[in-house]
């Protein structure tokens, strides 16, 4: 017996889930990440969340990616070399790490058993020295017999990774190949053996990239939260589809308030100006449940194999599409405007994600960063560098000059 049509077994064990927000933005080039880039989207501005998940039978609680160390001018070179020639984002400020969040909630670091980096991108891998020797580090498929990766930055001059974060702790390949689970069609393996968290092999951003899924109400009408990571980074990629269509007309308080979307906002409005659609041969039926975007392709692309990432994102789909998932992309702006964070409501999980009806409210929320009727989308904030709370006006240049004489990709 599994719960919905995704293949996944049923349990009575839930995981307590939380997100938290460490107030990180930033602004990055969108056809790095999506393709086509219309007039009037050309930069996509993001949050960037990690989560807290707890075990209640274990008492364990894990972290699911850590965000941007708030000192992130002291990353390898390799990823200042490309923060100050504005290759990797255009804009960002980061208002506390990650661990700072947890610390405030009462939360104490030696509580953390473990941390997955959902990948090793420095966006994702927080200050991971932070945390005591007893906090174990799980990485994805790949990551340890990476000649480029470990033992890590400034032991290896061209590594993205800091070698920090791996000293006098344990680290955790995951091998998917000792499971037998498949989940969506992704293979699974099921972290507390109990069914309350799976990790799933997701390919394609870079080298060993794993999303997360978590139970967040138990069996026979179990609901689950899709840790999505950077599988994609925008909800466009995803959406809309067929199981999932775009309504003739968007539901109410999806769209900013804006003058140029009439009360009633027909799909119309956007489906019109489809990206997939330059030459207008789409009937209106098929464009509302055609994804807007597809993972960009470019030399610049920010996935290291975009067929793969593609191909996994086409199968995330549809677990996208199903009532009992609810779907968060790392990156997704949506999630700190709507649902609870450790920052907003501390006390709040996202365990009544069903209840409250966030499904509904994030899913098409995405529409206000496209572009309309000759206008850009929702405005961007992010626009600079920031350094101690404060604007840094001189980033680009003491980046590169902190990066030193460094070549690669870091990314
Ligand atoms: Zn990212």
Redesign the pocket.
Known sequence: MSDTSLDIPQSNSVARLRIVDQGCRFSMPARSFIKPVQQGQEQLEVP?IAFLIEHAQSEKKIMFDLGVRKDYWNLPGVVLNRLGRRQAVLGIRVDKDVTEVLEENSVQLSEISAVVWSHY?W??TGNMALFPPSTRLIVGPGFKASPGLLPGYPENPTSPVSADAFANREVQEIDFSSSQLTIGGFRALDFFSDGSFYLLDTPGHCLGHMCGLVRTSPSPKSTFVLLG??AC?SSSCLRPSPGYPLPRHIPDGVLDQDQHFPSMCPAEVFTQHHPQDPEHTHSPDDLCKTPFHRISTLVSSAYTDPATAQKTIDQLRQLDESPSVLTTI??DPVLVRVLPTMITAPEQDLNDWKEQGYKEKCHWDWLNCLPRRGMPGREQVVREFWRNNQPWPSACAELCAAAGEVTGTGL
Do not use: Q
């Open positions: 960037d991108h966006d994702h990571g950077d980074h790392a990156h």
